[in-house]
């Protein structure tokens, strides 16, 4: 992966995106240290991104994984079970 100096991706900033967009995938440096990356994502992908990186949805899913973990989940059977002992709402009765 070629790195790319915050200052020259300032300058060049039309040319490096365009190589992204293509495929090529950059290491943004400041003083010589790693501060980001860039990386060519198609429309279909953004949504998983974001749910993978995004510290609220991380934080949620760990959450969630822990209480299965503690056995604080309900199974399809159960659930389907659960569903079938309610009554059906009257239609328009809100």
Do not use: Y
Not at 20 to 28: A, S, Y
Not at 78 to 92: C, F, I, Q, T, W
């Amino acid at each position: 992966m070629p790195a790319v100096k915050v200052t020259d991706l300032k300058n060049r900033a039309t040319q490096i995106m365009r190589r992204v967009q293509n495929g090529g995938e950059f290491m943004v440096t400041k003083r010589g240290r790693p501060i980001a990356v860039i990386l060519p994502i198609a429309d279909d992908q953004l949504e998983d991104w974001i749910l993978a990186h995004h510290p609220e949805a991380v934080r949620r899913r760990e959450e969630a994984l822990a209480r299965i973990a503690a056995g604080e989940f309900v199974t399809g059977r159960k659930l389907r079970s659960r569903l079938k002992r309610l009554k059906p709402r009257a239609r328009g009765a809100d």
